[in-house]
């Protein structure tokens, strides 16, 4: 059972009645039908009140997620009609209600048939910016592209505005220890999902980067697992933050980009996440890197051989060389 007191992250803020009838739930190994029952009439309630705008914290391709309270929020499938039957615990073997995962917030706690209940990762902060662009403009980018039309001037001039006014300014100016915090849950989750024989191996969705989330000075992610067939690695990470939308480039963006390129390799290096580096061809393109990415991987792979003390400032040097 995953328990929302076994988790290392903790919260004050607003709770509902239904969050806490919903957290004596969760203690309960044996929940009586009656205690389902008066639950699914709480959440019931919740939703008619916060299935709104006002309340809607997120919106993916398939999904809208919204707020219940500072401790959880609620997700439901956007095209169809959604129903709310008793809850059903999510159980989860291998990792145990996620111990140790700093950044992680995406586990799905609890079921009430199509309505997903998680951890509310923003708690009760007020402000976040999600990586990337916002949903409804990368759908709209995406999509002209894909039907071979050519985005208009208006559409580019959004995505610029956010992309170097918002994006970029918050997540480079995070600081290090938020990239080493995710990182170390990339590696985490690596080493849990390998210890298991499957054809599939368990892994962040590192294709949307509103999954990522700048909460303070820390970095959450907040979608269920994904699956594919090899380990993560430091390209899925940079795949996330540096994603080319075609915004227009100035001096300051490029210099933004390359503080959050450099943050992620340290952290990639301080926790033995530099394989992949051979596939980070476009992103150092992207960043201003004209470095061959053969030599560029050769020379991260000698430094990572290094005694450990000595592998940061090593890799400092290199980056501010090239």
Do not use: W
Request: aromatic content about 12%.
């Amino acid at each position: 059972m995953i328990n929302s007191y076994q988790n290392n992250i903790n919260f004050s803020g607003y709770k509902t009645n239904f969050s806490k009838q919903f957290e004596e739930f969760l203690r309960c190994d044996n929940p009586s039908r009656e205690q389902k029952e008066v639950l699914k009439q709480e959440l019931a309630n919740v939703i008619s009140k916060r299935s709104n705008d006002k309340h809607k914290l997120g919106e993916g391709k398939f999904h809208n997620t919204y707020k219940i309270d500072d401790y959880y929020v609620f997700r439901v499938d956007k095209d169809e009609k959604p129903y709310i039957d008793t809850p059903i615990k999510r159980k989860h073997v291998k990792y145990d209600g996620f111990k140790g995962f700093k950044s992680y917030f995406g586990y799905i706690v609890a079921r009430f048939g199509d309505f997903e209940i998680f951890k509310n990762a923003l708690g009760s902060s007020k402000k976040s910016v999600n990586a990337g662009i916002p949903f409804d403009l990368s759908s709209r980018y995406y999509n002209m592209l894909e039907n071979g039309i050519l985005p208009d001037r208006k559409l580019m001039k959004n995505i610029t505005k956010y992309y170097n006014e918002t994006y970029l300014p918050t997540f480079s100016k995070l600081p290090q220890r938020a990239y080493d915090n995710l990182v170390k849950d990339f590696v985490s989750l690596n080493k849990s999902a390998t210890k298991e024989s499957f054809d599939l191996i368990d892994s962040y969705d590192c294709n949307n980067p509103n999954n990522f989330v700048q909460v303070g000075k820390s970095i959450r992610i907040v979608d269920d697992l994904s699956t594919k067939f090899s380990e993560s690695n430091i390209s899925d990470v940079t795949h996330v933050f540096l994603r080319n939308y075609g915004a227009k480039e100035t001096s300051q963006s490029k210099k933004m980009k390359r503080e959050i390129f450099n943050k992620c390799m340290i952290a990639a290096m301080k926790h033995d996440f530099t394989k992949g580096s051979i596939r980070l061809e476009k992103t150092l393109q992207f960043v201003g890197i004209k470095e061959p990415i053969e030599d560029f991987a050769q020379n991260i792979n000698d430094i990572s051989m290094l005694p450990k003390r000595k592998r940061v400032p090593m890799l400092k040097e290199y980056l501010n060389s090239i």
